[in-house]
């Protein structure tokens, strides 16, 4: 009995033992951070021409997964690669219409126009690419960071609307839009709270809208909050 009391003491204590290195290998194992996100933006719209303005609030909703591959032995140094869904709408006054020659006009809205709403907005495919820093531990959730990165955005859908005293013009997948948009990043905080913004390099419209014959250059930039999930 005092064989089998033995054993099972020896059985026990090496299972603890077993345990608390088990525990210790998932306290220091090969951790990552920040694989989901979510954000929200209020969308400016930069390289303006004289007469171009924005009305009411312009949104940004974002969400997506980034895979965080970190390349120090600390694992507070990561790359990060993605994919993501964005949707964007843009108040303003220019006004985006039709012509008899199947393409379409651009021209600015002046104070004496009466019109309810005047936006375009867009949804977007994107792929971000980030360096990240932060402090993190395999045991510390809450710590700072920094994000700079850069980001590629197919534009698979985009809708211009304009409800107007006298007309009301809707068009859907106009071909003026670039479908390819990249921009740099930058997101940093602590915690659960991080201020994001976005700078796009290339425009919204490609050179088939132009005002008064100068091409719109017009470019977004988005300033918001992200949110970063395990």
């Not at 021209?107 to 977007?124: Q, R, V």
């Not at 990240?132 to 698979?156: A, L, M, Q």
């Amino acid at each position: 009995m005092k064989y089998c009391i033995s054993i099972l003491l020896f059985i026990g204590a090496s299972s603890f033992c077993f345990a608390q290195d088990s525990t210790e290998k998932v306290v220091d194992s090969l951790y990552k951070e920040d694989q989901f996100y979510a954000g929200i933006t209020y969308n400016l719209l930069g390289k303006s021409p004289d007469g171009l303005s924005q009305s009411g609030f312009s949104l940004g909703f974002h969400l997506g997964f980034i895979r965080d591959m970190p390349i120090n032995t600390d694992r507070n140094i990561a790359i990060g690669i993605g994919l993501g869904y964005s949707a964007n709408s843009f108040n303003q006054n220019l006004l985006i219409s039709a012509n008899d020659a199947s393409g379409f006009d651009y021209s600015i809205l002046d104070d004496s126009s009466n019109y309810s709403k005047n936006k375009f907005s867009t949804h977007l495919i994107e792929v971000p690419i980030e360096f990240r820093w932060r402090t993190s531990t395999p045991t510390e959730y809450n710590f700072w960071r920094i994000y700079t990165g850069f980001k590629v955005s197919y534009v698979f859908s985009n809708t211009t609307k304009y409800l107007g005293d006298t007309e009301d013009l809707k068009y859907n997948n106009i071909d003026d839009f670039n479908t390819l948009q990249y921009g740099f990043t930058l997101s940093a905080g602590y915690s659960t709270w991080n201020f994001h913004l976005y700078y796009a390099l290339n425009p919204i419209f490609n050179k088939n809208a132009t005002i008064d014959g100068v091409v719109l250059d017009t470019n977004a930039i988005k300033i918001g909050l992200m949110f970063y999930i395990l």
